[in-house]
Protein backbone atom coordinates (compact mmCIF):
# COMPACT_ATOMS: atom_id res chain seq x y z
CA UNK A 1 0.00 0.00 0.00
CA UNK A 2 2.60 2.05 0.66
CA UNK A 3 4.74 2.16 -2.80
CA UNK A 4 0.83 2.30 -4.45
CA UNK A 5 0.27 5.21 -2.30
CA UNK A 6 3.57 6.75 -3.21
CA UNK A 7 3.73 6.06 -6.81
CA UNK A 8 0.41 7.82 -7.21
CA UNK A 9 2.07 10.83 -5.02
CA UNK A 10 5.45 12.28 -5.77
CA UNK A 11 6.89 9.60 -7.29
CA UNK A 12 4.81 9.73 -10.42
CA UNK A 13 6.51 12.91 -11.60
CA UNK A 14 9.78 13.08 -9.60
CA UNK A 15 10.75 15.88 -12.62
CA UNK A 16 7.97 18.07 -10.89
CA UNK A 17 8.47 17.49 -7.05
CA UNK A 18 12.34 17.19 -6.95
CA UNK A 19 13.67 18.79 -9.92
CA UNK A 20 11.78 21.85 -10.68
CA UNK A 21 11.06 23.73 -7.21
CA UNK A 22 14.13 25.13 -5.82
CA UNK A 23 15.40 23.52 -2.74
CA UNK A 24 14.32 20.37 -3.81
CA UNK A 25 16.41 17.56 -5.58
CA UNK A 26 16.65 13.86 -6.19
CA UNK A 27 19.61 11.01 -6.32
CA UNK A 28 20.30 7.94 -7.67
CA UNK A 29 22.82 5.71 -7.20
CA UNK A 30 23.96 2.99 -9.47
CA UNK A 31 25.90 0.16 -10.07
CA UNK A 32 26.83 -2.05 -12.66
CA UNK A 33 24.31 -0.16 -14.75
CA UNK A 34 21.73 -0.41 -12.38
CA UNK A 35 19.77 1.71 -10.09
CA UNK A 36 20.50 0.53 -6.72
CA UNK A 37 19.46 3.45 -4.59
CA UNK A 38 17.31 6.46 -4.32
CA UNK A 39 16.37 9.49 -2.24
CA UNK A 40 15.05 12.75 -2.50
CA UNK A 41 14.67 16.22 -0.54
CA UNK A 42 12.04 19.10 -0.33
CA UNK A 43 12.18 21.99 1.98
CA UNK A 44 10.03 20.93 5.32
CA UNK A 45 6.38 21.79 5.46
CA UNK A 46 7.38 22.61 9.16
CA UNK A 47 9.84 24.40 9.26
CA UNK A 48 11.57 26.88 7.66
CA UNK A 49 15.63 26.24 7.15
CA UNK A 50 14.52 22.67 7.10
CA UNK A 51 15.17 20.29 4.53
CA UNK A 52 12.68 16.93 4.71
CA UNK A 53 14.55 13.59 3.26
CA UNK A 54 12.47 12.13 1.29
CA UNK A 55 12.09 8.40 -0.19
CA UNK A 56 15.63 6.90 0.73
CA UNK A 57 15.94 3.58 -0.82
CA UNK A 58 18.40 1.07 -1.39
CA UNK A 59 18.12 -2.52 -3.53
CA UNK A 60 17.96 -5.65 -0.64
CA UNK A 61 21.17 -7.00 -2.36
CA UNK A 62 23.00 -3.09 -2.24
CA UNK A 63 22.31 -2.76 1.45
CA UNK A 64 25.31 -3.09 4.09
CA UNK A 65 27.40 -1.73 1.01
CA UNK A 66 27.57 2.44 1.84
CA UNK A 67 25.25 2.99 -0.44
CA UNK A 68 22.20 5.07 1.90
CA UNK A 69 25.23 6.54 3.81
CA UNK A 70 26.61 7.91 0.52
CA UNK A 71 22.63 9.14 -0.59
CA UNK A 72 22.45 10.74 3.23
CA UNK A 73 25.40 12.60 2.79
CA UNK A 74 24.76 14.21 -0.58
CA UNK A 75 21.34 15.50 0.94
CA UNK A 76 23.22 16.61 3.72
CA UNK A 77 25.60 18.47 1.31
CA UNK A 78 22.89 20.01 -0.49
CA UNK A 79 21.27 20.72 2.80
CA UNK A 80 24.65 23.11 3.51
CA UNK A 81 24.95 23.95 -0.15
CA UNK A 82 20.88 25.23 0.51
CA UNK A 83 22.00 27.12 3.78
CA UNK A 84 19.71 25.37 5.55
CA UNK A 85 20.37 24.35 10.09
CA UNK A 86 18.73 20.89 9.29
CA UNK A 87 17.75 17.67 7.70
CA UNK A 88 14.80 15.74 8.97
CA UNK A 89 13.27 12.83 7.93
CA UNK A 90 10.49 10.42 9.39
CA UNK A 91 11.11 6.70 9.64
CA UNK A 92 8.89 3.79 10.99
CA UNK A 93 9.75 1.85 13.92
CA UNK A 94 9.76 -1.41 11.92
CA UNK A 95 12.82 -0.19 10.09
CA UNK A 96 15.57 -1.05 12.24
CA UNK A 97 18.28 -1.45 9.72
CA UNK A 98 17.72 2.38 8.62
CA UNK A 99 17.05 4.08 12.25
CA UNK A 100 20.51 2.74 12.54
CA UNK A 101 22.05 4.02 9.73
CA UNK A 102 20.33 7.19 10.48
CA UNK A 103 21.70 7.46 13.79
CA UNK A 104 25.11 6.48 12.84
CA UNK A 105 25.27 9.24 9.87
CA UNK A 106 24.33 11.57 13.27
CA UNK A 107 20.92 11.94 12.95
CA UNK A 108 19.51 12.68 16.16
CA UNK A 109 16.08 11.18 16.85
CA UNK A 110 13.09 14.08 18.17
CA UNK A 111 9.52 12.72 18.75
CA UNK A 112 7.55 9.64 17.93
CA UNK A 113 3.84 9.59 16.41
CA UNK A 114 1.60 6.79 16.39
CA UNK A 115 0.78 6.19 12.45
CA UNK A 116 -2.34 7.82 12.02
CA UNK A 117 -4.62 5.09 10.28
CA UNK A 118 -6.90 2.30 11.97
CA UNK A 119 -3.99 0.15 11.60
CA UNK A 120 -1.67 1.83 13.24
CA UNK A 121 -3.67 2.96 15.80
CA UNK A 122 -5.03 -1.22 16.70
CA UNK A 123 -0.57 -2.40 16.18
CA UNK A 124 0.72 0.88 17.67
CA UNK A 125 3.34 1.81 14.60
CA UNK A 126 4.81 4.41 15.59
CA UNK A 127 6.91 6.49 13.27
CA UNK A 128 10.05 8.38 14.61
CA UNK A 129 11.24 11.86 13.68
CA UNK A 130 15.10 12.79 12.82
CA UNK A 131 17.35 15.69 12.94
CA UNK A 132 20.60 15.98 11.76
CA UNK A 133 21.64 19.89 12.22
CA UNK A 134 23.82 21.08 9.44
CA UNK A 135 26.96 22.72 10.31
CA UNK A 136 27.53 26.09 8.36
CA UNK A 137 30.09 26.64 5.81
CA UNK A 138 33.28 28.23 6.66
Known amino acids: M ?30 DECVVGTVAARPSDDQEGELMLKRMSVRKDYRGLGVAKALCQAVICFAQQQGCRAVVLNTLMVQDEARLMYEHVGFAKYHDDVLPTVYGRLANVTISKYRYSVPRRS
Open 2 to 31: YIEHCLKEDLLDIKTTYMSSKGSCFWVAEA
